[in-house]
């Protein structure tokens, strides 16, 4: 079956601006989660969805970052006013609740 | 906090010469350790999920195994399609969330 798709794949943005990665789970994975990961580092942790609320969103390193799942599927992460230290992959998961977290490819952001 | 250290950062291993990979974690009530897989370019790829000490998991060449401090994933007679980076995460308490070690990136010659 399908697994978890991201778009873009590439982003490059200037410093500033605005973007929006999206993620679109697995069918029937009520668990969102987005996590950045850095060159050389494994994932952290962002911010998780349980349906359409934000479970757990004490990952935003601040308030540039915010993310939505208006319908309980698809979900946008949205930063805005980027940051060159904003550049990092952004892998988007999800799971059934409380069970295991499979991952998209990721969107690769860099913020010139 | 959850902490999760992996060892070592990189491995070299010839095409059929055995190891182990090394997790660490600390954490406050284990609810599960995972190992994924991430290949250049790619997201990881999940391979094991161990709840207990004591645990053992296999998939073909790879096995992993659980204690109360730490978990290894042992390679056994590896080939050059094995390598790639394996991450190791926890999941503990109430939280949802993953906690990832840094990785190991294997690099297997024929």
């Known amino acids: 079956g399908a697994g978890v798709s991201q778009t873009p794949s590439n982003k490059v943005t200037e410093k500033g601006k605005y973007v929006e990665l999206r993620c679109d789970p697995i069918?029937?994975?009520?668990?969102l989660y987005w996590y950045r990961q850095s060159l050389g580092q494994g994932p952290e942790f962002l911010i998780y969805f349980q349906g359409t609320g934000a479970a757990d969103d004490s990952g935003l390193p601040n308030d540039r970052f915010f993310a939505v799942r208006p319908e309980g599927s698809v979900s946008t992460l949205k930063i805005q006013r980027t940051e060159r230290g904003d550049s990092a992959v952004y892998l988007c998961?999800?799971?059934?609740?409380?069970?295991?977290?499979?991952f998209g490819p990721g969107t690769r952001l860099l913020v010139l | 906090e959850d902490q999760v250290t992996q060892s070592p950062e990189a491995l070299r291993l010839q095409e059929g010469e055995s190891s182990s990979l090394n997790c660490s974690y600390t954490v406050s009530g284990l609810r599960g350790l995972f190992w994924y897989r991430q290949d250049p370019g790619k997201g990881p790829e999940f391979l094991f999920t161990l709840y207990s000490a004591g645990e053992e998991k296999e998939k073909e060449r790879l096995k992993a195994t659980l204690t109360k401090k730490e978990s290894f994933l042992h390679i056994t007679a590896p080939k050059p399609e094995d390598s790639a980076t394996y991450l190791c995460a926890v999941q503990a308490g109430a939280n949802s969330k993953l906690t990832f070690g840094k990785g190991i990136t294997l690099s297997v010659r024929p």
């Open positions: 069918s029937g994975h009520t668990a």
């Open positions: 998961a999800s799971s059934r609740p409380g069970e295991t977290q499979y």
